[in-house]
Structure formats: structure tokens, C-alpha cells
Nanobody, 126 residues
Framework: VQLQASGGGLEQPGGALTLSCAAS????????IGWFRQAPGTEREWVSC????????YYADSVKGRFTISRDNAKNTVYLRMNSLKPEDTAVYYC????????????????????WGQGTQVTVSS
């Protein structure tokens, strides 16, 4: 099982980036893919989640209306489109996969996720 996160970089405030999370090796599929982020000196923060069974999407209040999570099943890839970026969005972004059922109210808990990608750095600065 492998999750490969990519797409990070340096962007100006107000700009946009799209992160990708390529999943491989999930022979039984996965229940959900989530994105988390962690800035230096802070705890890991949940950003968004996509439930694979029906494509339902969930967002943290801090990114709602600016970020969009989506998927391309043919490519086994989940995307995080980040618009209207702010300096406080600066962090290492991680994607993670949940293989078993979990209710939506638990999607923000990192311990619900079974596999993690390596992280990709996003820096928002002028």
C-alpha cells in the first residue's frame, strides 16, 4: 500500500495550488481519503475528506469555500484544489487513507486513518 502526495510549492497569497494523492496497492479498496496539514510547532490539523462509496466531501471550517477535494477513480488519485490561499495555509500537507468504516464525525481524527503519505510542503508567501 502506498500513498504518494505531490503538488506542493510556493504560492503567493490569493493564489491556487492543486495537491494530488496517488493511491496504490489497495486490493480491497479504501473507505475514505483525507488531507491533513501540519505547520511548524503545531499539531496536525484535519483539512478535508472524501468518502469513496458515494463521493461525499467534508471540510474543516478553516478551508470551507476555498478548498475542494475530488477524485479520479481511473487514476486512483484524490486531489485537493486550494484557492484563495492565505499565509496561514502554509504547512506540510499529508494525505491518508481509511480502509474501514468510520462515521463522518470521526473523519477529522488522525487515528482513524490507516495509511499515510509522505507529505508535500505548501508555502504561501509574498
Amino acid at each position: 500500500v502506498q500513498l504518494q502526495a505531490s503538488g506542493g510549492g510556493l504560492e503567493q497569497p490569493g493564489g491556487a495550488l492543486t495537491l494530488s494523492c496517488a493511491a496504490s496497492g489497495f486490493t480491497q479498496g479504501y473507505y475514505a481519503i483525507g488531507w491533513f496539514r501540519q505547520a511548524p510547532g503545531t499539531e496536525r490539523e484535519w483539512v478535508s475528506c472524501l468518502r469513496n462509496s458515494d463521493g461525499s466531501t467534508y471540510y474543516a471550517d478553516s478551508v470551507k469555500g476555498r478548498f475542494t477535494i475530488s477524485r479520479d477513480n481511473a487514476k486512483n488519485t484524490v486531489y485537493l484544489r486550494m484557492n484563495s490561499l492565505k499565509p496561514e495555509d502554509t504547512a506540510v500537507y499529508y494525505c491518508a487513507a481509511m480502509v474501514g468504516y468510520s462515521p463522518p464525525e470521526m473523519f477529522g481524527e488522525s487515528y482513524e486513518y490507516d495509511y499515510w503519505g509522505q507529505g508535500t510542503q505548501v508555502t504561501v508567501s509574498s
